[in-house]
């Protein structure tokens, strides 16, 4: 049994998966990702979240994303993989993959489709943390799945102490502060958007685990770099510049603006799995314009 002695802090991205056209895993593409945001100072790296499209893929696919992800980023590095399932049963089995594989932690987002009530949600949780030998930390996307957990849910399943953290992908800032207020010292209450970032770090967060890390890796060392060292002001510039994608990353079906940022980039961002709906000619002006006003993209770049 794990205990909680894994501080989760800074930027660790949430790494979009790569497919090509044909819908098979671009290997290449994924360590080369991986490479690069390595090399822009990270912090760690989650695969197979929302934005890395975990929930579309099968085990054995899950498995040779998290293989490869591991490999080309090497023994030291923190490596905290998506391991919810629909079931409680599936999700014991993707987490022991994961601990297989040696990751750090794993991240588990609650059960879709069929809603659980608050008791068996903790239940799912509580008989998760029990079954698994690396720590966990709960998700919390209402958008995805459709409901929100309780935060008196979190305060309880922070008791376990194989039970480490919480990333929140809500974008409620009220929400997260309670979190916050609710957890016990310790307790890592992460930002899952990397625009609220700097807002949350001023609160009492301490890491973020963002998709928009895959394209702006170095926007978000800043920041926090910026907070650490008291500079408020330098960190609330490159936050601003981070701003600029907020209104642009969800065009689309998600994570194709993503993806298609990257791309643009020259980043390795590939294609989307179907289903999955393109951007429009007009969404992909306004989505290179953002990338401009952000400084990601030169003003001559297509």
Do not use: C
């Not at 309880?156 to 194989?162: K, L, P, S, T, V």
């Not at 919480?166 to 958007?193: H, M």
């Amino acid at each position: 049994m794990a205990s909680r002695g894994l501080e989760v802090k800074g930027v660790i991205p949430a790494m979009v998966t790569p497919f090509t056209r044909d819908g098979s895993i671009d290997f290449e593409g994924l360590r080369r990702l991986t490479r690069i945001l390595l090399d822009e100072g990270v912090h760690g790296l989650f695969p197979l979240g929302s934005i890395g499209e975990g929930p579309k893929l099968g085990r054995e696919e899950r498995m040779k994303v998290l293989e490869a992800v591991m490999e080309a980023a090497g023994s030291n590095v923190k490596v905290i993989p998506g391991a919810g399932g629909a079931t409680t049963r599936d999700t014991i089995r993707y987490v022991r993959d994961a601990s297989d594989l040696g990751a750090s932690a794993a991240i588990i987002h609650p059960p879709w489709y069929y809603h659980p009530t608050p008791k068996a949600l903790l239940e799912h949780y509580l008989m998760v943390a029990e079954k698994s030998d690396i720590p966990i930390i709960l998700y919390n996307l209402p958008w995805f799945v459709g409901y929100e957990i309780p935060v008196d849910v979190v305060a309880e399943a922070a008791g376990h102490e194989n039970i480490i953290g919480i990333k929140d992908s809500s974008a409620n800032l009220l929400y997260f502060q309670e979190l916050i207020r609710a957890t016990p010292e310790g307790f890592n209450v992460i930002q899952g958007y990397g625009v609220l970032f700097l807002p949350s770090l001023v609160i009492g967060g301490k890491a973020t685990l963002s998709g928009e890390a895959n394209l702006a890796a170095g926007l978000f060392t800043g920041i926090y770099e910026a907070y650490l060292r008291g500079d408020l002001e330098e960190a609330r510039r490159l936050h601003l510049r981070a701003a600029a994608l907020a209104p642009v990353l969800g065009y689309g079906t998600f994570p194709v603006s993503v993806k298609e940022a990257m791309n643009m980039m020259g980043l390795p961002g590939g294609y989307a799995l179907p289903p999955s709906s393109p951007l429009t000619p007009e969404e992909k002006e306004k989505l290179r314009r953002a990338l401009i006003e952000a400084g990601l993209l030169n003003e001559r770049n297509q």
